[in-house]
């Protein structure tokens, strides 16, 4: 049980739009900053989005994210066949005094 | 920039340990944080705890206290996460990464060893 809550998989067709939202509390996502991560099938993850929205350099704008009270959100637009993927949300927990992750949603673009 | 290479992939018996390495290059090694997380197979990441070489006190996640040794070798710019006791659960892809501790973030991150716990 992941001590962040993201939904296991989305789909969309390529061209459109996907959410892919991150549940947390006050210990973790409410007061640290969320990070977001893009992992490839046998590949390592790899850092999509830091300090709640903004985008490491060479990461296209067509990936945003925002942070709302205990939640958190990424937002993929112009959805490619390649950004098939599973996307982790992740922060540090201030009482677990951990890193602690969403369990990974599986994006499907059809 | 910094770029992390870890060591290769292990097979171990029940009850061994298994250490993995992980080289930094490409920046200051002991001024930042290397975490050290896990990927068991078909499953989410699960952070096992970190150091700072500079400071060269561990910290480790409490699943792992007791299991878990994580030290650095400034002279190799080298982080070494060594665990015991394996069980069949700790068949994963370990991974390495530089952890921003003060904007949250884990970037970048090592290629992966993929340890095998079988009798």
Redesign the interface.
Known sequence: Q?VLTQPPSMSAAPGQKVTISCSGSSSNIGN????W?QQFSGA????LI??NYRR?SGIPDRFSASKSGTSATLGITGLQTGDEADY?C???DSS?????????TKLTVL | QVQLVQSGAEVKKPGSSVKVSCKSSGDTFNTYKI?W?RQAPGQ????MGGIVPLFATP?S??NFQGRLTITADGSTSTVYMELTSLTSADTAVY?C?R???S??????????TLVTVSS
Do not use: C, I, R
């Open positions: 992941s640290n900053y969320v990070s991560y390592a993850p790899k850092l830091y300090d490491p982790y992740g922060t540090w677990l005094s951990a890193w602690v992750f969403g369990g990974g | 975490s997380l989410g990441l699960e952070w910290k996640a409490q991974y990464a952890d921003d501790y904007l949250n973030f884990l970037d970048p991150w090592g290629q992966g």
